[in-house]
């Protein structure tokens, strides 16, 4: 059935409508009506997807099949089946079959947006996959290894790692055959794939999951959400195990990583603890920054580390003479790093606030600059 002139016209301002419009059930019912139609337009198949009816399964059943024979969708445009409006696995699935699509560069401008977007999948399935996967022969642990493992598992807001749970490997341990999953994969088995493939993804999908682990919310729904997210660490973890030499590098360096910035963190807490003025607390910084007896690290010189803000640089020291602490409420630290080419790279380190929606907005400037210069 193809539509009159005017009809059309309907169907495409439909088709044209922003992602947040909610559609009347009379436009909801042309949708329908001419989804056939509408099949040769990409852009037309999240407007057909939320005119179903998911619990007529007879009707989910006419969508899933039409779905499979419509136009494929652009990559980015996918980004909307993984919103919580959509939740029938077979879409979600579908939504990560189009973002395979998406080389590495363009995935790391969602990421932050897709590792979110975990919130909405499955849980009681990440819950079993991850439980199959989880096998005495698998395990790089050891019992007493296994039994702290467990209990971060189940203990919601850690401020713990999987990867400093799960203990060390070695670059030289014996090789696993690579893991190689479904090309229909959800969308956690997807990230996982890919930031095992790639460094820089690897190291933003980390920190990014590690946030929400050690997200400290009481409600139970939280509590869940985190649990889901420790699982997702968890499978991380030991997909980079199996994933031979180069993927256990890779997560011998997110350990590096996770235990530099923990040391960071409980210098900085102690910085903030000492009494006195401004001056006073910045001639505390620096003098910790030169103390590794009292900090357990020599932050003014130590190997080279990928800067988990921007994986690119590899820093091995702090300018003690140049750290400082900004004038504000929570005195952020002003530290300035030495890299690995002799350069100096600058950061302001904040303990205390919740930064995501400053990554959010960030995130959303970087991906506008992308699209402009397209």
């Known amino acids: 059935m193809k539509p009159d002139a005017k009809t059309r016209d309907q169907l495409n301002a439909i088709v044209g409508f922003p992602p947040t419009k909610m559609l009347t059930s009379e436009e909801q019912d042309l949708v329908w009506k001419f989804r056939f139609y509408l099949s040769s337009q990409k852009k037309a198949l999240t407007k057909f997807l939320k005119c179903v009816n998911w619990k007529m399964p007879q009707e989910a059943k006419q969508a899933i099949e039409l779905m499979s024979r419509w136009s494929p969708m652009d990559a980015d445009d996918a980004l909307e089946l993984l919103s919580p409006a959509f939740t ?133 729904k939280e509590q869940r959400v985190n649990e889901m997210y420790l699982c997702i660490m968890k499978r991380f973890s030991q997909a980079l195990v199996k994933g031979g030499q180069e993927c256990r590098l890779k997560r011998a360096t997110l350990a590096r990583q996770q235990m530099f910035i923990e040391r960071l963190v409980s210098m900085v807490k102690a910085v903030t603890r000492e009494s006195g003025n401004r001056k006073k607390k910045i001639e505390r910084l620096r003098a910790l920054l030169q103390d590794p007896e009292v900090t357990k690290i020599n932050f003014a010189s130590f190997d080279d580390l990928p800067l988990p803000l921007d994986p690119n640089v590899k820093v091995n020291g702090i300018c003690v003479e140049k750290a400082t602490l900004l004038k504000s409420a929570l005195m952020p630290c002003r530290l300035t790093f030495k890299t690995s080419t002799g350069s100096e790279y600058v950061t302001m380190f904040k303990h205390g606030d919740d930064l995501r929606q400053d990554q959010l907005i960030l995130q959303i400037i970087t991906l506008m600059d992308k699209v402009s210069d397209t």
């Open 88 to 220: 029938h696995p077979t879409v979600r699935k579908y939504a990560v079959s189009r973002l395979r699509q998406s080389d590495d560069e363009d995935l790391f401008l969602y990421l932050f947006q897709l590792v979110q977007a975990l919130r909405y999948e499955d849980f009681d399935k990440i819950k079993h996959d991850t439980d199959q996967i989880t096998t005495r022969r698998e395990s790089i642990c050891d019992t007493s290894d296994r039994d702290r493992t467990h209990t971060m598992l189940t203990r919601a807001g850690s401020h713990d790692s999987i990867i400093d749970a799960l203990g060390g490997v070695s670059p030289k341990q014996e090789e696993s055959p690579e893991i190689k999953l479904s090309k229909e994969s959800d969308l956690a088995s997807f990230l996982i794939e890919r930031a095992c493939d790639n460094s820089i993804l690897a190291n933003y999908f980390y920190w990014y999951v590690s946030v929400e682990c050690e997200n400290d919310e009481s409600t139970a």
